[in-house]
Every structure is written in structure tokens, then in C-alpha cells.
């Protein structure tokens, strides 16, 4: 490629380069970036939400198995024979 068909494609990137900046900062393009900004922040609320749900929901869970492995543990404390020997 000659030295002037390198300069066009510069010249060319430069001018597609600023129009781009153009399309970028214009009033339209501004707004399609505050609506996606905001779907953004509700789905990020959403997800919280969830995770908090969840979160809720494994502290109930791990409540209740350490119930019940406290309930087994006491009854199998006094299914256990006196080890001396001697019958209650």
C-alpha cells in the first residue's frame, strides 16, 4: 500500500473516530444510557432481594438442624445403659 492510501485510512478513522464521539455524546445515546443504568440498578435490587431471602431462609435451616441434632443427642444420652453396671 502507497503512502497516500495510508494517510485516507487515517484520515478516514479520524473522521469515522469523530463522528462516533458524536453519536456517543448526543441526547439520544445519552438517554439509551440512562435506561440501560437503571434496568442495571434493578436487577442488581432484585438479586439482592434474593440473596437476602436466601440468606434468611439457611440461617432458619441451620437453626432447626441444630435442633434436631440436639434432640437426637438427648435421646441418645438416655438410651445409653449406666456404664457401672447396676440397673436403675
Not at 438479586?47 to 434468611?56: I, L, N, W, Y
Not at 437426637?72 to 457401672?84: F, K, L, M, Y
Request: hydrophobic share 45%; net charge neutral.
Amino acid at each position: 500500500m502507497n503512502s497516500w492510501g495510508k494517510v485516507g485510512l487515517f484520515v478516514g478513522g479520524v473522521l469515522f473516530g469523530s463522528a462516533g464521539f458524536k453519536v456517543l455524546g448526543s441526547r439520544d445515546a445519552k438517554k439509551a444510557y440512562t435506561h440501560t443504568t437503571a434496568a442495571a440498578l434493578r436487577a442488581k435490587e432484585c438479586v439482592m432481594t434474593a440473596a437476602t431471602t436466601v440468606r434468611e431462609n439457611a440461617g432458619d435451616i441451620l437453626a432447626d438442624a441444630k435442633a434436631i441434632n440436639e434432640k437426637r443427642a438427648a435421646q441418645a444420652a438416655e438410651e445409653i445403659p449406666d456404664a457401672s453396671g447396676e440397673e436403675s
